[in-house]
Each structure stands twice: as C-alpha cells, then as structure tokens.
C-alpha cells in the first residue's frame, strides 16, 4: 500500500524559503503527478503545483513566482520549496499522488493518495 | 480559470437523513470532477473521480452525478462517519482547482 510521508520546517520567518520534503513508499514512482496542497487555519484546499518522476511541472499561476517543485527519483521524493513566505503562507501543507486515468478514450485526474500534512506557521 | 462554487456552505443533517451537494463550473468541464471528503485534523480522502465513478473501498451510499457544469455528491443515508467537510475538485489547462468546500454537521 502506498503511503507518503512528509517532513519539513514548521516554523518560519517572513521572508524566508519553506522546504518541504515528501517520501513515497510502498509503490511505483513513475507514470504518476506528485502535488503539493496547503490549506490555511479554517480555509479551503489550494493547490500549489506537481511534477512528474521525469521532472515536469505545472505551477498554480498565483504562486509560480516563489515555488518550486523538484524531484528526487533514487529515493522516490519530490519536494517544495516556496519562497519570501509571509504570514499568509502559513498553512498545513500536503504531499498528494496524482493519477491520471483513461476510461472510456478520455483521461480523468484525481489525487488518491495523501500524506497527513505538515503545519507551517510564519511569524516574526 | 475555471471557477468552482459549492452549495450550500454549510448544511445540518441527521443520521439517516438522504444530502445531496452541489458543485458548479463556471464554464464546461465535461465529466473531469471529483469529491473528497476532509475530517477535522486529517487529510482529504477521495470519494468520487470522473464525476461519478467511485473509488475503491468508498462505500455505495456516496454516488456522484452531473456533467458539463453542475455536479451533485449524494449520501443516501447519512452515517455518523459521514460528517465531515466535502470538496470538489477539477484539472483543467493544467491548473488544478477546489471547491470552497461543504461542512456537513449533526443536527
């Protein structure tokens, strides 16, 4: 069974770079998206960005300038990093599989699998 | 961008009780629509993928419904376990986007 563990800094200062790293175990890295979801204190799910095991990557538009998404494919980890966060980016932060499946000629997307999340706060 | 809204935000049931929640786009997105269920402190877990196909181990009172741009998640008979916050989600142009969510208390 798959699972994906994530580790990372939970406590920041403005300005400075989150670094979160997420681990995945148990099944195949390859022929998947890796993304990475954060969601602030009582607020909704927004999605932050993916990459494939070959490195590709798709940003969320509202963030693309302060994140990037790598991946590590000898020890099957992807990781975050987003930069001169500020207080809004405070946040729990989830690793997440993505899978794209064909049914019936048309390929559908959704996220499967999910690490249990990292609490980030920024604060001076 | 495609533009998701849930409704309602927030709803009051029973154990037992038949809920039915919305999803709309604001523009086409043919059947690329799933639902995920959040419990307090926990991550999403997935329920519904391409619209109404349900994943494996989700049990069959969850059913999802709808195409282009309005979507429904129906629990027929709702258990206790079921009380939870309910997000939809779509990929579009490669830009993944949620719903503002659903919360689904006891009443």
């Known amino acids: 069974q798959v699972q994906l563990q994530q580790w990372g800094a939970g406590l920041l200062k403005p300005s400075e770079t989150l670094s979160l790293t997420c681990a995945v175990y148990?099944?195949?890295?390859?022929?998947?998206?890796w993304s990475w979801i954060r969601q602030p204190p009582g607020k909704g799910l927004e999605w932050i960005g993916e990459?494939?095991?070959?490195?590709?990557?798709n940003y969320n538009p509202s963030l693309k300038s302060r994140v990037t998404i790598s991946v590590d494919t000898s020890k099957n980890q992807f990781s975050l990093k987003l930069s001169s966060v500020t207080a809004a980016d405070t946040a729990v932060y989830y690793c997440?599989?993505?899978?794209?499946?064909?049914?019936?000629?048309?390929?559908?997307?959704?996220?499967?699998?999910w690490g249990k999340g990292t609490t980030v706060t920024v604060s001076s | 961008d495609i533009q998701l809204t849930q409704s309602p935000s927030f709803l009051s049931a029973s154990v037992g009780d038949r809920v039915t929640i919305t999803c709309r786009a604001s523009?086409?997105?043919?059947?690329?629509l799933a639902w995920y269920q959040q419990k307090p402190g926990k991550a999403p877990k997935l329920l519904i993928y391409?619209?109404?196909t349900l994943q494996s181990g989700v049990p069959s009172r969850f059913s999802g419904s709808g195409s282009g741009t309005e979507f429904t998640l129906t629990i027929s008979s709702l258990q206790p376990e079921d009380f939870a916050t309910y997000y939809c989600?779509?990929?579009?142009?490669?830009?993944?986007?949620f719903g503002p969510g659903t919360k689904v208390d006891i009443k």
């Open positions: 997440a599989r993505g899978h794209l499946v064909p049914i019936r000629n048309t390929y559908y997307y959704y996220m499967d699998v």
């Open positions: 148990g099944g195949s890295f390859s022929g998947y998206y």
């Open positions: 990459i494939n095991h070959s490195g590709s990557t």
């Open positions: 523009q086409g997105i043919s059947s690329y």
């Open positions: 391409a619209a109404s």
């Open positions: 989600q779509q990929l579009n142009s490669y830009l993944i986007t």
